[in-house]
């Protein structure tokens, strides 16, 4: 039977150290057409029942794939192991809703997978189109093996953990944990499925995603930071109307990752797969930052920080701009201010993006320049009607308003 959508499950909120998923029961079917990773995915056929598994991953293992195959034709199958996905990531590498072209930002976000609760302790995840934006952590071979079994056995159940809008480094964080207590990780298959090393490595070789996430949890940590205990590993929180405690309000660490490496990077996948490339050159050394600034045009405003190594550069600039917006915008706002919401803290990272180049060019990133730059706009209101918007457009009102009053 084939799936409707706009799709809605209940589901049962988990929470770890690392963050909170959501635990929820889907039919194979239904995973086959929402579902990638880098190395494999599942194709329907013309006669709308039959699959094909495509990927740079078939020719490695198709033997596995088609022994599960066998398994789940059998009467007696079973699988009460959990399949791990993160919600919102494209095949391309970015995060859905997170498009420069503002048009594409606002369809994309009704694209996006969401969870509402409604109830205390119920509930419900959203998955509004069957486009591809669910990565799987875990659990390829066991999925993708039912695109090969008989058509009967599409409609089985299978549970699933959740996460929405979790960073790609730390879906290979899980990835590598998992494995790694039950059997050995083929490391050349973790390049392929997330393009990290995940031994140590040295920052010269980070990609801009392992540099955003690295800043992410350093501002999250650092004492002297505005954001300090404030990020967690959870969804971009939504728009409901509720009252925010000034004193305890949090973001999304995917809210700061995303902001970050749109200072630093167009096309991190791009940036990522370069670094893991090897040189024709059999005496060729790792790539690392500097060597691939020419291999393709990027006019991110903080690319050359990237590409020169200076982190701690990148580092003050973002924490500055942050600690302005604080004593600016979060301080003072309303109880209902969406400035304090995802929408508002996406909004003054766009901010960040387009004042960053004069900050670099006149050579002052204080707290104290960014604060002259934006304090023509501290007197707005952000818990006004004009900023309640459900859907994307609301992250760009607040941005636009930001920047009119600036004078950007």
């Known amino acids: 039977m084939n799936t409707s959508y706009p799709l809605q ?7 770890q150290p690392l963050g909170a998923f959501y635990a929820v029961v889907l039919s194979a079917r239904t995973l086959l057409d929402l579902c990638f990773t880098e190395a494999l995915r599942a194709e329907k056929l013309a006669d709308g029942e039959t699959y094909e598994v495509t990927g740079t991953q078939r020719l490695r293992q198709p033997k596995r794939l088609n022994e599960i195959a066998n398994y789940i034709n059998r009467d007696d199958s079973a699988f009460p192991n959990s399949i791990i996905l993160a919600a919102n990531y494209r095949e391309d590498g970015r995060v859905e809703g997170e498009a420069d072209n503002e048009a594409d930002e606002q369809r994309e976000f009704q694209r996006r997978w969401s969870v509402e609760e409604k109830g205390p302790g119920c509930y419900v995840l959203t998955i509004p189109s069957p486009e591809r934006l669910a990565a799987i952590i875990d659990g390829q071979h066991r999925l993708f093996a039912f695109g090969l079994a008989s ?51 040295p920052s010269s070789r980070w990609s801009p995603e392992k540099l955003a996430v690295f800043l992410t949890r350093r501002l999250g940590s650092d004492k002297e930071s505005p954001m300090f205990g404030r ?27 995303q902001g970050i490496l749109r200072l630093i990077s167009s096309n991190p996948k791009a940036d990522s797969n370069a670094l893991f490339t090897k040189d024709s050159s059999i005496f060729a050394k790792p790539r690392t930052r500097a060597d691939i600034k020419d291999l393709r045009r990027d006019r991110s405003p903080l690319r ?25 915008f979060w301080q003072p706002a309303a109880p209902r201010s969406f400035i304090l919401k995802t929408v508002g803290i996406q909004a003054l990272l766009d901010v960040l993006r387009l004042i960053a180049p004069a900050a670099i060019a006149n050579r002052n990133a204080t707290v104290e320049s960014f604060e002259n730059r934006l304090r023509s706009a501290a007197h707005i209101d952000f818990s006004e009607d004009l900023f309640r918007n459900a859907s994307g457009s609301g992250r760009s009102v607040i941005r636009n308003r930001i920047l009119d009053a600036i004078g950007s």
């Open 231 to 257: 990020i967690a590993v959870a969804p971009q929180n939504d728009f409901r109307d509720e009252q925010v405690d000034r004193g305890h309000w949090r973001v999304s660490t995917a809210v700061l990752v």
């Open 151 to 201: 058509a009967e056995h599409r409609d089985d159940q299978l549970l699933c953990s959740v996460y929405i809008d979790l960073p790609k480094p730390l879906q290979a964080h899980i990835f590598a944990t998992i494995n790694s207590t039950q059997k050995p990780v083929d490391k050349s298959l973790t390049y392929e499925l997330f393009g990290y090393n995940l031994e140590d490595e």
């Open 9 to 15: 499950v209940p589901a049962l909120r988990v929470e």
């Open 304 to 328: 050359d920080l990237y590409i020169e190594e200076n982190d701690q550069l990148l580092y003050k600039i973002v924490e500055n701009f942050l600690s302005a917006a604080d004593q600016l």
